[in-house]
């Protein structure tokens, strides 16, 4: 059974900037995204990454996601945080290679790092 850790959530002041980092037990292939669940609101993918980065329009221009191939590692640089940024932050193993923000097309996912914006 594959198992994800996402490590680097904590808190911030609106505008900060966090790094994520999404660590798979082995080594995956498949396209790996990233989704965050607000308090009382669905799953959202943010952005994912298979041969290219794909981003939602939601956090586009303020995140960028990255693969490391060699340390087996998926990170999401976020900058320019709002407060309705606050989430539990997951990283999830795509049954396909290519990338896709729905959710559903996802088959393992980690626990989450919560990110908590606010002054």
């Known amino acids: 059974q594959l198992q994800l850790v996402e490590s680097g959530g904590g808190s911030v002041q609106p505008g900060g900037s966090l790094k994520l980092s999404c660590r798979p037990s082995r080594f995956v292939a498949e396209a790996i995204g990233w989704f965050r669940q607000a308090p009382g609101k669905e799953r959202e993918g943010i952005a994912c990454v298979d041969f290219a980065e794909h981003y939602a329009d939601s956090m586009k221009g303020r995140i960028i996601i990255s693969r490391n191939h060699a340390r087996n590692t998926v990170s999401l640089e976020m900058s320019g945080l709002k407060p309705e940024d606050t989430a539990v932050y997951h990283c999830?193993?795509?049954?396909?290679?290519?990338?896709?923000?729905?959710?559903?097309?996802?088959?393992?996912w980690g626990v989450g790092t919560q990110v908590i914006v606010s002054a």
């Open positions: 999830a193993v795509s049954s396909l290679s290519l990338c896709t923000l729905d959710r559903g097309s996802y088959k393992y």
